[in-house]
């Protein structure tokens, strides 16, 4: 074995482990001898093999994406496109983008650079496409002379036919290269000889895209391609720094077409254009924007050019829902807080500034509302009253019949009333959660047992925040009915003439009995199985018909009616947790509320 050898391979093996320097023993370095030896026998059986030991890896300095691809081998180049895959050590987005927050209102127009259209290619040639140096032509002749050939344009545009010469092509269009080809051919051949002329392949260009946007460089593609294409591949326009509005084509240092994307968005337009070879692609900066951030079918960050910076043409742009009535702005105006809330044609005539931000508003006075019809019941659901109706007019409208209506038992389902019964049960919860994970301990026992206890009453919070209230309003007493200003969208709710007394909560077989009069609050629990060994049975909660909510104890003397709800609350350990007092007006709270109990 050659010494020297080894001693630059130990080296290099120091080199690699740069930072991380010790001493070796004569043991280690023997070690790492036989390895290295080991190593140049498989590499010698590898070559043997067919197999190139020159393979590059990747990088052992460099830290490689799973999606990273690995070189070549020496002398060889990869044929296969690489599909996005990132060399080691090669720059990534991530790496060279400075990093931004989300926004909430993208630009309009960013859903052109959604998915993967730029794959989506046609085969055929376009027929308007304009013929460049290198297009390859399929030329038949026959009858008084045969002649058949593939012809190339050349680099002053010509293809060249025996005896008839060259032929100018360039920039003719695809749907007339037989026409063109054919007429020279029978100013020579005037008799007895046919042709057929046929583009067969458009040479693809090379151009450069640059500006604002993800990926500036170099791009291939066909000259019929469109722009969007070539942004497309370059990764988009930059939300924050490029112009939707403002982009130009230049060739030979002079722009020689401008696209605005917005008119191809809003109505379908691009200019009719094609590219040659070195073109480049320039994506101009931003221009002043405004952004419209609520009741618009565009919610979007608008670009404006400076005479289109007025209401009317953001009104264009964002189309507002049909029901607006009032515009809100606010911005600077001369390095001074501006803001105005003006009408929707009033609008129309002012004038943007950049940085300006709109809200279109439903702000309509209420007139007319619905209120709803639930529960026993003749006729339509639904009624349409004035504002400042009240519930006397509209259960005049409402046929009943006395057999099967309570109609004594009236009540309403409101929905500010169960927002307000939420919110109250939210806040009782929140401070229970607070006071379990901010109670004091004095022990290390002590601190095991408030684990537990947490944790059982975190389980009862997330139950208890699932409960939603009923809004319930009680507006009857007897023959007698409140007659109460009405509000939009409540629901009047005429029970039903029952029979039953439901009784549910803490008992072992929840059931609805049939009414007796004779029966006690101690003999409906008894007929659903009794207690469960959770009851609370001092605290059993008796809901009437019309809404009414009345505790009693299993020893009282509750007047109890058809239609009643009999709901037993479970009991409370004190001697196990803390905040008996909390969670036990919570459950509370929970009943009355939406008319369950929750253990």
């Not at 085969?123 to 002379?145: F, H, K, R, T």
């Not at 092509?169 to 007429?183: G, H, I, R, Y």
């Not at 549910?504 to 659903?528: C, H, K, T």
């Not at 059993?540 to 003397?557: K, T």
Request: negative net charge.
């Amino acid at each position: 074995m050659n010494v020297n050898k080894y001693l630059g391979t130990l080296s290099l093996t120091c080199m690699l482990f740069a930072g991380q320097v010790f001493a070796q023993s004569a043991e280690q370095i023997q070690q790492i001898q036989q390895q290295l030896s080991r190593q140049s026998n498989s590499s010698n059986a590898a070559s043997a093999s067919g197999i190139n030991p020159m393979q590059l890896g990747m990088s052992p300095t460099l830290q490689a994406s799973s999606g990273s691809a690995t070189r070549a081998s020496n002398g060889q180049y990869s044929s296969n496109p690489r599909n996005g895959l990132v060399l080691p050590g090669e720059p990534t987005l991530e790496m060279v983008y400075p990093l931004q927050e989300k926004m909430a209102n993208p630009p309009f127009a960013a859903n052109l650079f959604i998915g993967g259209f730029e794959s989506e290619r046609v085969s055929s040639v376009n027929e308007n496409y304009l013929v460049a140096p290198g297009d390859q032509i399929s030329v038949w002749m026959w009858g008084a002379i045969s002649f058949s050939d593939v012809v190339t344009v050349d680099s002053q545009g010509n293809i060249f036919i025996p005896n008839i010469g060259p032929i100018q092509l360039m920039n003719v269009p695809a749907s007339q290269v037989n026409q063109v080809v054919t007429s020279r051919i029978k100013s020579v051949y005037t008799n007895d000889v046919n042709t057929y002329v046929n583009l067969l392949t458009a040479t693809p260009i090379s151009l450069y895209v640059s500006g604002p946007v993800l990926r500036p460089g170099q791009y291939a593609g066909q000259a019929t391609d469109s722009v969007l294409y070539f942004l497309k591949r370059a990764g988009g326009i930059d939300f924050l720094r490029g112009s939707f509005r403002n982009i130009e084509v230049i060739r030979n240092g002079e722009v020689v077409v401008s696209v605005d994307l917005y008119d191809f968005v809003t109505q379908g337009t691009l200019p009719s254009f094609s590219f040659q070879d070195k073109d480049v692609i320039l994506v101009k900066p931003i221009g002043p924007t405004v952004t419209v951030s609520e009741g618009a079918r565009n919610s979007f960050t608008f670009e404006l050019k400076g005479e289109d910076m007025h209401g009317q043409t953001l009104i264009k742009f964002a189309k507002p829902g049909d029901f607006v009535s009032h515009v809100s702005v606010s911005g600077l105006r001369g390095q001074q807080h501006f803001a105005t809330y003006s009408k929707l044609q009033d609008f129309n005539a002012l004038v943007l500034q950049p940085g300006d931000h709109i809200e279109f508003k439903n702000d309509h006075e209420v007139q007319i509302y619905p209120i709803n019809i639930a529960g026993s019941f003749k006729g339509e659901s639904r009624y349409m009253v004035e504002k400042g109706a009240r519930l006397h007019q509209v259960l005049s409208n409402v046929e009943v019949d006395p057999a099967l209506s309570d109609f004594k038992s009236i009540y309403l389902l409101r929905e500010s009333v169960a927002e307000q019964q939420q919110q109250i049960i939210n806040q009782a919860l929140d401070r229970l959660e607070r006071s379990i994970y901010t109670a004091p301990v004095s022990s290390t026992g002590e601190g095991a047992i408030r684990v537990q206890e947490a944790q059982l009453i975190s389980d009862f919070i997330a139950r208890a925040r699932q409960i939603k209230s009923l809004g319930k309003v009680i507006v009857s007493d007897g023959p007698n009915v409140a007659d109460i200003l009405l509000e939009a969208n409540d629901t009047i709710v005429i029970p039903a003439v029952t029979d039953l007394v439901h009784i549910g909560g803490e008992v072992l077989m929840p059931q609805s009995v049939v009414f007796n009069r004779d029966a006690n609050l101690e003999d409906y629990i008894a007929w659903a199985g009794g207690f469960s060994e959770r009851a609370n049975d001092s605290r059993i909660l008796i809901i009437r018909a019309n809404g009414m909510v009345d505790f009693y104890d299993i020893d009282d003397s509750a007047d109890l009616a058809a239609g009643d709800q009999v709901v037993v609350l479970p009991r409370i350990d004190a001697k196990t947790l803390q905040a008996v007092k909390d969670i036990t007006q919570i459950i509370y709270q929970i009943a009355v509320a939406a008319n369950v109990a929750l253990n």
